[in-house]
Each structure stands twice: as C-alpha cells, then as structure tokens.
C-alpha cells in the first residue's frame, strides 16, 4: 500500500467530487476534516466519510471534526443533540465541581456515540486555552474557565469521554490562545507576557494532558520566546515549549493553513509549518487549488512522525459498551439543574 503523506485534508461539500477523488487518490492524505458545509443529513454524512476511506485503499484513515458544542458544533440538531458550550460546564463545575466533572465526561462520551455513527473517529477536542480580560473571543465561551486549574481538569475529564466512548482527541490549540487579543482566523496575535506568566497560567492545561495522542498548535507569536514567527511555524516554540516545557510528545498538527494569521502563500505556510516541526499540515477549506500547493510540501510520512500517526491509529477502537440512552438521561439532567 503506498504511504500517505503528511497532511489531513478538507473537501468542498456533501459529497466528494470526481476531482477530489482521484486528488486523494493520487497523494493519500493521512486523514480528513469535515465542516458544517459537508454535514447535511445523516446517511449523507456516512457515505461521505466512507467515501473519504475508499480514496486511501479503504485504510481507517481519521476523519476529524470540530464537535464542541456550544457555538462549535460541526454537526447539529436533526442529527446531533444541541450541546452546551464548554462556559456552560465550567458554570455548573463553579457550582459543584464532582458534577461539572461528570458533566464534562458525559458531554464527550455522547459526541463519541454521535461520531462513531458516522465512521468520525477523531473530535478535536478538549479546548485548553485560558482566557484573560480582553482576549478575543475567538476562545470566549468555546473555554472551561478563566483559570489552569478550571481548564486541566475539565479539559481531563473530556478527553477522557472521547477515549471511553472510542473517538481520539485532539487537544487545542497549543501552547495556549486565551491572550490573543485577535482572532487568527483574521490577523495575527501577538502575546508579549513573560515566561514566568505563560509557564503559570497558559501553559499548565496542556502540561495536565500531555500524554494525549494529537495536538494542534496555535497560529500565534508568543515573543519571549520567538518574536518573529507563530506556534505552528516556530521550532523554537516547539522544541522548547511543546516539546520540553511542557512535555507533549505526540503528534502535532497545524491549526488550518488558511487562516490569515500567516502570511505568504500556502505553499509557503505549508513549508513553514512542517519546517518548524509539526507532524502533519492541516487545510480544512477544501478549496482545490489550495490543496495543490499544500500536497507540494507535505512529506511522506516518515520517521518520528510517522511512529506518532501509527501510535494515533493503534489506539482507534470500539466503545466502553455503555447505555446511551441512560448517560444521555444523566446528562440533560445534570445540565438543566447548573
């Protein structure tokens, strides 16, 4: 079987066309990422994620999405619950921390039942960035707290749903984005505060949960380490923060090339990012000529990176067998009290 490349790719719609196929087949991305604009009904979303498999000589490829809840929430209401944002269970955790832990558990374990049916198998997932006073609210409500702590243990205990339930996470966004003060989908962030401040309160959530299999880096320049460059394009940051401050030794992705937060081109970005000492790039957009440039720089999966997608794909796995219906009972109840 040819060896996939270095990348995980979006498409352009419900239904994969006779372009992105024979693309896909051509260059073997190792995974997928589906959008709102690629979920339309249920039996849709399965044939699309099968047919994303079939590209790649039906190997077990991850299909990601972002499934939050709250205003992240890839999949929706007739097809999925509609569920909280991750404020709503740091509120009820503020009231009572055993059951907003419990909550932050089932929440995860019930989108692994939703995903799982539609062949998804990775939810990028726990959200460990913490906020401070005028932070974008790119994070806003999407974050468990305003403090490490809050954010660790819910973020531990969401990862830990997905993990009972089958569905592997993806912790974001690395080494932390609760000081942008801009939204890296637009322009760039730059985060001035001391080592002393990062290393006590950004960077403690992902030092909790640095033995997870993926993380996606962050498009944002933190300039006591690297002033010139952002998280996902600087192996500074990721040599001496991911890798050695705080630990994480998995695989590491990219947030989505296309966000404007880089410059240049994307077949620049693409080079960057993977220069700098991410695993795989991410391009979520689906848009083809994109696409071309991208393929250009993702490598063949090799080396360290190739051990850490065959650790990702050794883990993928059936459910703990748990009764849906009663966890979801136990949920919406736990929710309708915070």
């Known amino acids: 079987m040819t060896q996939a490349k270095a990348m995980i790719l979006g498409c352009s719609g419900p239904v994969l066309t006779p372009d992105e196929k024979a693309f896909y087949g051509e260059h073997q991305p190792w995974g997928f990422i589906l959008f709102g604009r690629n979920c339309i009904d249920a039996n849709q979303i399965s044939d699309l994620v ?3 498999r079939e590209t790649v000589g039906g190997r077990n490829a991850p299909v990601l999405i972002d499934q939050e809840g709250g205003r992240v929430q890839r999949i929706r209401e007739p097809m999925c619950q509609r569920y909280p944002s991750g404020s709503d269970i740091g509120a009820l955790y503020r009231l009572d921390r055993e059951n907003g832990l419990r909550a932050a558990w089932l929440m995860s374990r019930l989108h692994a039942f939703d995903l799982l049916r539609f062949g998804i198998n990775v939810d990028c997932l726990p959200v460990l960035d913490v906020p401070v006073e ?26 830990a749903g997905l993990l009972a ?20 989908h637009h322009e760039l962030p730059v985060v001035n505060a001391s080592r002393t401040e990062l290393e006590a309160h950004d ?29 996902s ?14 630990g994480f030794q998995g695989l590491l992705m990219n947030d989505d090339v296309s966000m404007n937060a880089l410059k240049g081109t994307i077949a620049e970005r693409s080079a960057a990012i993977i220069a700098a000492g991410n695993d795989v790039l991410l391009h979520c957009h689906g848009i083809m000529e994109e696409m071309v440039q991208v393929v250009a720089h993702a490598p063949v999966l090799a080396g360290a990176s190739l051990a850490r997608t065959k650790a990702v794909e050794a883990a993928f796995g059936a459910g703990d067998g748990a ?15 915070s």
């Open 134 to 159: 005028g932070a974008s609210n790119v994070i806003g409500t999407r974050a468990y707290g305003t403090d490490p702590v809050t954010v660790g243990e819910i973020g531990e205990a969401a990862a």
């Open 50 to 52: 099968a047919s994303m």
């Open 323 to 337: 009764d849906e219906q009663a966890l979801r009972d136990e949920f919406n109840a736990l929710m309708a009290v």
């Open 203 to 231: 960077f403690p959530p992902f030092q909790r949960l640095k033995g997870e299999l993926m993380a996606m880096t962050a498009h944002v320049v933190y300039s006591t380490y690297d002033p010139v460059y952002t998280a």
């Open 233 to 246: 394009t600087s192996s500074i940051v990721i040599d001496e923060v991911i890798r050695g401050i705080i």
């Open 165 to 184: 339930g089958g569905v592997l996470p993806v912790v974001k966004h690395i080494p932390g984005h609760g000081r942008g003060m801009a939204d890296s």
